[in-house]
Antibody
Framework: QVQLVQSGAEVKKTGASVKVSCKAS??????IHWVRQAPGQGLEWMGW????????NFAQKFQGRVTLTSDTSISTAYMDLGSLKSGDTAVYFC???????????WGQGTLVTVSS | QSVLTQPPSVSGAPGQRVTISCTGS?????????VHWYQQLPGTAPRLLIY???LRPSGVPDRFSGSKSGSSVSLAITGLQAEDEADYYC???????????FGTGTKVTVL
């Protein structure tokens, strides 16, 4: 089972950007997904990246504002969210699937707090 | 904005059976896409509970079961235990949105 370890909590100003990392115990032909959860709210899928090819897909809501990248040499994926707003305050999770479908392993989550 | 609808809460006494429904539309569940279920304990990451409608990953107790019939999907918990108190989410693919979608989430309370 692949384990995912995310970077630590971040506090950012409105309008700034944040980059969250997700290190996997192993990379293969997986999909790394990013999912966020605002305080007291449900889960929201943001997009995925296939690290081995760099292919990406995004939820329409985040297109143009989210960049997903990966560094296969260190088995790490990154989520870069720009033009931060207070509504982006959330816990951001990475998760892994073998195809578009179910997420069988999750990172521990990274709290991103956006304030003015 | 969730496109899959779940009841906000369900509750039951220890040992009872509870079910959680997940209602979608013709672009997701109704189109035949698989449904998956997650359990999220307070302050933790979600955990895969059921995948591909009714399959259980290893380590998930058989008290948890999933079903799908046409556009109707549900998660059942039999023999409810105190440790089952958590939030539960369904997830599927939506062809109109070209991406994954989650349910609104259901809080299970053990009385």
């Amino acid at each position: 089972q692949v384990q995912l370890v995310q970077s630590g909590a971040e506090v950012k100003k409105t309008g700034a950007s944040v980059k969250v990392s997700c290190k996997a115990s192993a990379f293969a032909d997986y999909y790394i997904h990013w999912v966020r959860q605002a305080p007291g709210q449900g889960l929201e899928w943001m997009g995925w990246i296939i690290p081995n090819s760099g292919a990406t897909n995004f939820a329409q809501k985040f297109q143009g504002r989210v960049t997903l990248t990966s560094d296969t040499s260190i088995s790490t994926a990154y989520m870069d969210l720009g033009s931060l707003k207070s509504g982006d305050t959330a816990v951001y999770f990475c998760a892994i699937s073998e195809a578009p479908g179910y997420f069988y392993s999750w990172g521990q989550g990274t709290l991103v707090t956006v304030s003015s | 904005q969730s496109v899959l609808t779940q009841p906000p809460s369900v509750s039951g006494a220890p040992g009872q059976r509870v079910t959680i429904s997940c209602t979608g539309s013709s672009s997701n569940i109704g189109a035949g896409y698989d449904v998956h279920w997650y359990q999220q304990l307070p302050g933790t990451a979600p955990r895969l509970l059921i995948y591909s409608n009714f399959l259980r990953p290893s380590g998930v107790p058989d008290r948890f079961s999933g079903s799908k019939s046409g556009s109707s999907v549900s998660l059942a918990i039999t023999g409810l235990q105190a440790e089952d108190e958590a939030d539960y989410y369904c997830q599927s693919y939506d062809s109109g949105l070209s991406g994954e979608v989650f349910g609104t989430g259901t809080k299970v309370t053990v009385l």
